[in-house]
C-alpha cells in the first residue's frame, strides 16, 4: 500500500505560478513511477505528466509543455508539480498517482492496482 497527500493548491491569478507536492507514504517510494492528472468540473480526469522511479525520465501532455515540470525527491518521498504561466483553463483538481508499471506514460498504468491521491483544488482566475 502506498498513501498519497497532495498539498499546494489554492487561488492564483492568470500568468501566476503554484508549486504542488505529493507526499507518499508507505511502501518504497522509489519503487514507482508518479504521474499527475488533473480533472476539471465537467471533464475527464486527464494525463498531467509522469517521472519515472529515478526522475531521469519524464513525460508531459502536450498542453502542459514548457508551462510544467515534474519532478521528485526519492529522499523525502515527495513529488512534485511545477507550474508556470497558468491559465484559466488550467482550474481543476489535481491528483497524483503512483504505479509499479513500466508504462507510467500510459494513464491505463494508474486505473488498475496504482494508488491515487485525494487531490487538490487548483484555480486560475482571468
Known amino acids: 500500500q502506498v498513501q498519497l497527500v497532495e498539498s499546494g493548491g489554492g487561488l492564483v491569478q492568470a500568468g501566476g505560478s503554484l508549486r504542488l507536492s505529493c507526499a507518499a507514504s508507505?511502501?518504497?517510494?522509489?519503487?514507482?513511477?508518479m504521474g499527475w492528472f488533473r480533472q476539471a468540473p465537467g471533464k475527464e480526469r486527464e494525463f498531467v505528466a509522469a517521472?519515472?522511479?529515478?526522475?531521469?525520465?519524464?513525460y508531459y501532455a502536450d498542453s502542459m509543455k514548457g508551462r510544467f515540470t515534474i519532478s521528485r525527491d526519492n529522499a523525502k518521498n515527495t513529488v512534485y508539480l511545477q507550474m508556470n504561466s497558468l491559465k484559466p483553463e488550467d482550474t481543476a483538481v489535481y491528483y497524483c498517482?503512483?504505479?509499479?508499471?513500466?508504462?507510467?506514460?500510459?494513464?491505463?498504468?494508474?486505473?488498475?492496482?496504482?494508488?491515487w491521491g485525494q487531490g487538490t483544488q487548483v484555480t486560475v482566475s482571468s
Open positions: 498517482a503512483a504505479t509499479a508499471k513500466n508504462y507510467y506514460s500510459n494513464y491505463d498504468a494508474y486505473l488498475r492496482g496504482g494508488y
Open positions: 508507505g511502501r518504497t517510494f522509489s519503487s514507482y513511477a
Open positions: 517521472i519515472s522511479w529515478s526522475g531521469r525520465s519524464t
